[in-house]
């Protein structure tokens, strides 16, 4: 079964609109870690932000907020006030296993973004 | 944020030669680093995960005799692709953590672009 499921293969936006990029995920730990990469076309990946499973509130960073639906198993980005530079993939992640032991982060397929002037 | 130096950032190799490709995490202690594959347009697959000191981790499907991983040091993880073939050719990038917490994010190299001709 898929770990991390991004159901938007690609998605626009109007320049200064927000956009919400979609994320579920599926694990059977209490504590995990989920995180959002930007993928530019060079090539690097490039962390946005982290949401912990224990966390009650939503995470933000500077444009960039997660809404958080732990019931749901659901942790979209959401990105306000689009740029031209924000046009690249996005890769949803999750961080699981126990503390001490082996742990791994997987990754989504990705959302290509791209904005509109 | 922390840094991860990857090396080198394109190689050509000629068909069944070997090719190295070092992660270092040059301003902290990488407990666990982590070996993907990205396909063109596709998402990171997870190889292998290391531990400093011990043995890798492979996920279902990857050979560990074509990818051998060394974790030699809390600084430095190799993976060699050995007797390369041309569907070996792909863009590897490694990703490290510093602790076990699961707010940790994961830091990438630049990674590696492998054309085997």
């Known amino acids: 079964a898929q770990k991390i499921t991004q159901t938007q293969p690609g998605m626009f936006v109007q320049e200064k609109e927000a956009v919400t990029l979609d994320c579920t995920y599926d694990?059977?730990?209490?504590?995990?870690?989920l995180f959002w990469y930007k993928q530019p076309s060079s090539g690097e990946m490039i962390f946005l932000i982290y949401?912990?499973?224990?966390?009650?509130q939503n995470a933000t960073e500077g444009r960039y907020s997660l809404n958080f639906q732990k019931a749901r198993k659901s942790a979209n980005l959401v990105i306000s006030a689009s740029q031209l530079g924000d046009s690249a993939m996005y890769f949803c992640?999750?961080?699981?296993?126990?503390?001490?032991?082996?742990?791994?982060?997987?990754f989504g397929i990705g959302t290509k973004l791209q904005v509109i002037p | 944020g922390a840094v991860v130096s990857q090396h080198p950032s394109r190689v050509i190799c000629k068909s069944g030669t070997s090719v190295k490709i070092e992660c270092r995490s040059l301003?902290?202690?990488?407990?666990?680093m982590f070996w993907y594959r990205q396909f063109p347009k596709q998402s990171l697959m997870l190889m292998a995960t290391?531990?400093?000191?011990?043995?890798?981790?492979?996920e279902q499907g990857v050979e560990k005799d074509k990818f051998l991983i060394n974790h030699a040091s809390l600084t430095l993880s190799t993976l060699t692709v050995t007797s390369a073939h041309p569907e070996d050719s792909s863009f590897y990038i490694c990703?490290?953590?510093?602790?076990?917490?699961?707010?940790?994010?994961?830091?990438f190299g630049q990674g590696t672009r492998l054309t085997v001709v």
């Open positions: 990703s490290a953590i510093n602790g076990q917490g699961m707010n940790t994010e994961a830091f």
């Open positions: 694990t059977s730990d209490q504590s995990y870690g």
């Open positions: 949401q912990g499973s224990y966390d009650e």
């Open positions: 992640a999750m961080r699981e296993g126990p503390s001490g032991g082996y742990q791994k982060v997987t």
């Open positions: 301003d902290f202690q990488a407990t666990t």
């Open positions: 290391s531990n400093e000191g011990s043995k890798a981790t492979y």
